[in-house]
């Protein structure tokens, strides 16, 4: 089964300085039907103005994977991490047995636009910790890079989840394939461009949740670039 949920049917919401859309139940969108898939609990798309952000806070049990797709992000958390994540740029924050944070856009003119998942780690009780990455055009061009895992994928940063995360880039008439173990599912997000999946056109802002089946074939009639997460 492919479910497909278009752009304009993602709960979105607007404040002074963050556009953003959430895909499953989060702060004050709740939905009892929406409330993850699978180990997947949060997917959210966000554009943070300049100069504005989220201030500290706290998580527990859960790998939160931020991956920049323009600008850049500032962090900073309890465990005395700080950084900036960059376009192109994967962070991995195992929240364990409790962390605190904050995600900043310090740029005065220039938009953050980010994509932060959470996935509901495998093993409970993990000392709080924290992962960052920076991936080339190049290696995710034309086919589907991994950048998260808990998985064998020795260039990607580490979850303590039985799932992967992948990034792609393609250009007109490029074609990929993925196959899926039995018994696993996939979350797809098009991010810019459009593409078929098995035969279903999608475009920026769609996202499909796939379950019992085999293989996926991306097909891309335009240049596009996608997100895929591969879950138990």
């Known amino acids: 089964m492919i479910n497909i949920i278009r752009n304009d049917e993602r709960y979105h919401f607007q404040s002074d300085w963050l556009s953003t859309y959430w895909h499953f139940s989060f702060d004050h969108y709740h939905d009892p039907a929406n409330m993850g898939f699978g180990p997947l609990r ?93 991936f080339t055009d190049d290696e995710r061009a034309g086919r589907l890079l991994a950048v998260a895992s808990g998985r064998d994928e020795t260039e990607a940063v580490r979850i303590h989840q039985d799932a992967t995360i992948y990034v792609a880039t393609v250009s007109r008439g490029d074609q990929i394939t993925h196959r899926l173990d039995e018994g696993r599912r996939a979350y797809l997000f098009v991010i810019n461009g459009e593409l078929q999946l098995n035969g279903h056109q999608l475009r920026r802002g769609d996202q499909a949740r796939i379950e019992g089946v085999s293989e996926l074939d991306l097909a891309s009639q335009d240049a596009a670039e996608i997100y895929l997460i591969d879950l138990p």
């Open 42 to 134: 949060v997917f959210n798309d966000d554009v943070i103005r300049p100069d504005s952000g989220f201030g500290m806070h706290g998580h527990r049990e859960m790998e939160i994977i931020t991956y920049v797709i323009e600008g850049e992000l500032e962090h900073r958390d309890s465990t005395g991490a700080h950084g900036r994540i960059s376009a192109g740029e994967v962070q991995r924050m195992s929240a364990g047995t409790g962390i605190r944070h904050s995600e900043y856009n310090k740029s005065k003119d220039t938009p953050v636009h980010l994509l932060q998942v959470w996935i509901e780690p495998a093993v409970r009780g993990l000392e709080p910790s924290y992962e960052q990455k920076q």
